[in-house]
């Protein structure tokens, strides 16, 4: 995917991200009387902005930078690190004359409204399309190099068990939850006998440095289309046929026969395929094919591109298992929760050194070329991505830390607890504290970003 397309879908996310989170602070504001002053899209530095309009008394716009937004709530210490309200006595529509539980919902606003946008992303899609199940009867391959091929797994291997429990799907063995358990270990068959594999301790960080998991059913190189006039239909390859073998060398997966062809533009190649008749105009599937087929050696000479002219055949045994509303509401719900729980995980192992902290977190370099990949992926791998992605604004949202909704959280929850407000001196110089820290953490995962692609 191309730079363009991978920019445009980042800033799609980032766009619909920032949206959810601040119209939370935007409406529990409102909510409760307080005069919101701006609510912007993307960052207006230096009053640099795309497109402003007021309406009422709010200024809504998109600033120049799309790495963020933020909602300017009247008589609140924020981003902006304005002053000019200090000189006056509180006012009944500014956010420091409210109560401190209506400050604090407003402040969880942001993080309540990615955490539903999550939830509404899990559960239409599971209304919509159904739950997948991928049978483990579908062996695994394996892309070198990855976390899964370090710890042992070869392609061929089926998964029996996670963690000493059987499974019977894909989706139970690469449930995101077990890359946060304390120790992770698969039992796969190999060769009719049973092999455990232990994951390494940092496969979070093995996983996020690799930006994939490395991992997937084999897809059977069964060929659906043959084109006309190309390489392979004049060299008499059928549709429906299985390629074993390419100059002698076993293929299984549909990944190796393209990089094998790719890399072979203008270079003949002998190609070992089978081929059964299908029966009553039925498909005929992959073991089948191989256990039954007559086997033929082709020469193929791939084109100046490196193709020729052959289209995959979808072989996965796999169905989809529809729910109804409320069936689905629950499952988007147990969705989410499980993602919240493993993201907050995840960032305990982060904290705690478990995991590397330079490979483990991504900036916006990164995070554009998920997006862009997610897309290409097809849209319901973007809309998980979304839904991932808001969880995770939301969980480091909820951190602690000055700048932050939870360092806001914790000050306001402080006042709250004293009776009376902290000193405004105080309060400031804990938000510009806050800001450098995030700024110079920004920069820093940037860098990183850049220097480690």
């Keep these: 995917m191309d730079v363009l397309n ?9 766009f619909i991200l920032v949206t959810a989170h ?12 307080m005069r919101v002053d701006k609510f912007y899209i993307g960052f207006d530095f230096f009053n640099m902005r795309l497109w402003k309009k007021k309406i009422g008394e709010t200024e809504y716009g998109i600033g120049v930078f799309p790495l963020g937004g933020y909602v300017k709530i009247a008589g609140m210490v924020d981003e902006s690190l304005d002053t000019a309200y200090q000189a006056s006595e509180p006012q009944p529509w500014e956010f420091r004359a409210k109560p401190v539980w209506q400050r604090l919902i407003v402040l969880a606003g942001g993080v309540f ?6 939830a509404v992303i899990f559960i239409g899609v599971t209304l919509t399309f159904g739950e997948s199940r991928t049978t483990v009867d579908n062996p695994a391959y394996i892309e070198t190099g990855s976390a899964f ?17 059987a499974v019977s799907s894909w989706e139970e063995a690469l449930d995101p939850a077990t890359f946060t358990a304390p120790s992770l270990s698969y039992t796969v068959l190999r060769d009719g006998k049973q092999v455990r594999l232990n994951a390494p301790a940092n496969m979070l960080s093995r996983l996020n440095e690799n930006q994939a998991l490395g991992i997937r059913p084999v897809m ?17 390859i059928k549709p429906g046929a299985l390629i074993t073998a390419i100059n002698g060398k076993s293929v ?15 270079k003949p190649l002998d190609i070992t395929w089978k081929y059964l008749e299908p029966s009553a105009n039925k498909q005929t599937d992959p073991a089948a094919i191989l256990e039954s087929g007559s086997t033929t050696v082709t020469e193929v000479v791939p084109n100046a591109a490196g193709k ?6 979808q072989t996965l045994q796999t169905e989809r298992i529809s729910l109804n509303i409320f069936e689905s509401i629950a499952s988007g719900t147990a969705q989410t929760w499980k993602m919240s729980v493993m993201t907050v995980q995840g960032f305990a192992r982060i904290f705690t050194g478990q995991e590397d902290f330079r490979k483990s977190l991504g900036g916006p370099v990164k995070i554009a070329k998920i997006a862009g990949r997610s897309a290409e992926q097809g849209p319901i791998s973007f809309l998980f991505f979304l839904a991932v992605l808001s969880i995770s604004l939301a969980v480091i949202n909820m951190l602690p830390i000055p700048a932050l909704d939870g360092g806001q959280f914790v000050m306001n929850a402080i006042e709250g607890i004293m009776g009376r407000e902290l000193p405004f001196e105080v309060k400031m110089r804990i938000q510009q504290i806050g800001m450098a820290l995030l700024l110079t953490l920004f920069a820093y995962i940037l860098l990183n970003d850049i220097l480690n692609p």
């Excluded at 299984?252 to 203008?266: F, P, Q, Y």
């Design 6 to 14: 991978t920019t445009f879908f980042f800033i799609v996310a980032i």
């Design 22 to 33: 601040e119209l939370g602070h935007f409406l529990t504001a409102k909510l409760f009387g």
């Design 113 to 118: 409204m990615n955490m539903m946008l999550a």
């Design 149 to 165: 091929s370090l710890m042992g797994m070869q392609t061929g291997d089926r998964i029996a068990a996670v963690n000493g429990k």
């Design 220 to 236: 059977a190189p069964v060929i659906d289309d043959v084109l006309a006039s190309e390489p392979a239909a004049k060299a008499g």
């Design 252 to 266: 299984s997966d549909w990944t190796e026969v393209v990089s094998i062809i790719s890399a072979n533009a203008g």
């Design 308 to 313: 020729i002219g052959i289209a995959l055949r």
